[in-house]
């Protein structure tokens, strides 16, 4: 159908938003993005929540992992205080009640502290890979105090970098749109900057990969080399929990990232209306996975903070304790379970260091 100004329009029903001579439906996916955001908003919320109580309340040791993960934390509490105006907009049939400032506000301020995730995941794992490659601890409050700089860094250039965005950025063509498909084909500088965020993220990835294998050949060497250790055969499983940052960068991160080019290709490009639509529903779900990120980041604290584990193990003793009838018995096997795991981390540290004591050039 064609209006008197030329433009075209596919009939796709009332819940569309237009862009040049194409119209995007938005109705199809409408209610499952509400209902998984929902989800998402949930336990994210209560895991980092949990999460950063720990860090700030409960965690006493001051070294440079547990700066990172404190402020991946607050990272990702902003972002899914950000889900909620994404669930309501969705619930209300994609209809966007607040100012068109405020749009801007929610999605830009979303993709900030995504990034600032990503950027601080790549930073644990320098800092692990310099750990074990120097076999050095004796300054973790000065690396703690590093590890502050730089996020205060991230913190204040990602700040910079989304108030001209905010401000200057070109406002909805679709009265009563957020969140939506996009036409730069006349505006190229916002999809030029996605364009440079996206090249960030793989450098990001590509030194975190070479990282961790690096981390895991190490520990396995270790494992290898010292089978006579008490707990030599942990470095296995150690080295299994280095790749779990991958295994979050590979499920939500990376689809996204693959799929971001060719978002962006179409936005400035003039790719045919049926196929915007397909990009743009398929944006949509990878956008969701890289979501889920904030939900897969508090079993990353468990697996790297020891006073998380401590926490959860409480807390399931807790649950037991109150679900069971041998109250006693329950009790105990679970205090008995809590003091194993913090023995056998203890073990494992020392044993490490002294494993690799062992391995420097003695001088006289």
Not at 338 to 349: I, K
Request: proline share 4%; charged share 15%.
């Amino acid at each position: 159908m064609q209006n008197e100004s030329g433009t075209f329009y596919t009939m796709v029903g009332d819940n569309a938003t237009e862009s040049p001579n194409c119209t995007i439906d938005e109705n199809t996916l409408r209610i499952p993005l509400a209902l998984v955001y929902t989800m998402i908003f949930v336990f994210g919320l209560l895991g980092n929540a949990l999460a950063l109580y720990v860090f700030l309340c409960m965690e006493s040791k001051k070294n440079s992992v547990r700066v990172f993960l404190i402020n991946i934390a607050i990272a990702d509490l902003i972002l899914i205080i950000c889900l909620p105006f994404r669930i309501l907009y969705h619930s209300a049939n994609n209809h966007w009640m607040l100012s068109p400032i405020f749009c801007k506000v929610v999605g830009n301020v979303f993709y900030m502290n995504m990034y600032i995730s990503i950027t601080l995941l790549g930073f644990i794992s320098v800092d692990r890979f310099i750990r074990i490659e120097r076999h050095c601890r004796k300054y973790p409050i000065q690396r703690a105090k590093w590890s502050a700089v730089i996020c205060g860094v991230i913190w204040a250039l990602s700040i910079a970098a989304i108030i001209p965005m905010i401000v200057l950025s070109e406002c909805n063509d679709t009265p009563g749109k957020c969140f939506n498909y996009k036409h730069r084909k006349h505006a190229k500088g916002k999809a030029y900057f996605n364009l440079f965020m996206v090249i960030i993220f793989w450098i990001v990835f590509c030194s975190l990969v070479l990282s961790y294998v690096k981390i895991a050949k190490k520990l396995l060497t270790l494992s290898r080399e010292k089978p006579d250790l008490p707990n030599a055969q942990k470095y296995h499983r150690t080295a299994k929990k280095s790749f779990f940052v991958l295994v979050i960068f590979a499920v939500c991160f990376v689809p996204y990232h693959i799929f971001r080019i060719i978002y962006i290709w179409s936005q400035i490009g003039d790719p045919t209306c049926y196929w915007k639509n397909i990009i743009d529903k398929t944006n949509e779900v990878a956008l969701l996975f890289s979501a889920f990120n904030s939900c897969l980041d508090p079993v990353m604290f468990f697996l790297l903070s020891g006073s998380v584990r401590k926490l959860i193990l409480r807390l399931a003793c807790a649950g037991s304790h109150a679900h069971s009838t041998t109250t006693n018995s329950s009790t105990t096997e679970c205090q008995q379970a809590t003091l194993s795991q913090c023995n056998s981390n203890t073990r494992t540290s020392f044993s490490l260091i002294s494993s690799q004591r062992s391995q420097r050039p003695q001088t006289h």
